[in-house]
C-alpha cells in the first residue's frame, strides 16, 4: 500500500510559477511510476507528466512540453511538478499518482493504482 499526499497548489497570475509536492508513504519501495494528472470541471482527467523512478526518464504531454518538470526526491519520497509560465487553461484540480507494477503507457490514468487527494492549480490572466 501507498499513500500520496499533494500540496502546493494556489492561485496565480498567467505567466507565474508553481511546484506541487507528492510525499509518498508507506510501501514507497515499490513504487515504479510517478505521474500528475489534472482535471478541470467538466472535462475528463488528463495526463500531465510522468516518471519512471528508477531511471528518472520522464514524459511530458504537449500542452505542458518545456514549461512544466517533473522530478523526485527519492530520499524524501517525494515527487514534485514545477509548473512555471502558468496559462488560464492550466486550472484544475491536479493529482499525483503511483504505480507499483512495470506499467507499459505512463501517461494513461488507468496505469496507476495509488492516487493523492488533489491540489487545486488556479490561473488568472
Known amino acids: 500500500q501507498v499513500q500520496l499526499e499533494d500540496s502546493g497548489g494556489g492561485s496565480v497570475q498567467a505567466g507565474g510559477s508553481l511546484r506541487l509536492s507528492c510525499v509518498a508513504s508507506?510501501?514507497?519501495?515499490?513504487?515504479?511510476?510517478m505521474a500528475w494528472f489534472r482535471q478541470s470541471p467538466g472535462k475528463e482527467r488528463e495526463a500531465v507528466a510522468a516518471?519512471?523512478?528508477?531511471?528518472?526518464?520522464?514524459w511530458y504531454t504537449d500542452p505542458v512540453k518545456g514549461r512544466f518538470a517533473i522530478s523526485e526526491d527519492k530520499a524524501k519520497n517525494t515527487a514534485f511538478l514545477q509548473m512555471s509560465d502558468l496559462k488560464p487553461e492550466d486550472t484544475a484540480m491536479y493529482y499525483c499518482?503511483?504505480?507499483?507494477?512495470?506499467?507499459?503507457?505512463?501517461?494513461?490514468?488507468?496505469?496507476?493504482?495509488?492516487w493523492g487527494q488533489g491540489t487545486q492549480v488556479t490561473v488568472s490572466s
Open positions: 508507506g510501501s514507497t519501495a515499490t513504487r515504479h511510476y
Open positions: 499518482a503511483a504505480a507499483t507494477t512495470w506499467i507499459r503507457f505512463p501517461l494513461r490514468s488507468e496505469e496507476y493504482e495509488y
Open positions: 516518471l519512471a523512478t528508477i531511471s528518472d526518464y520522464p
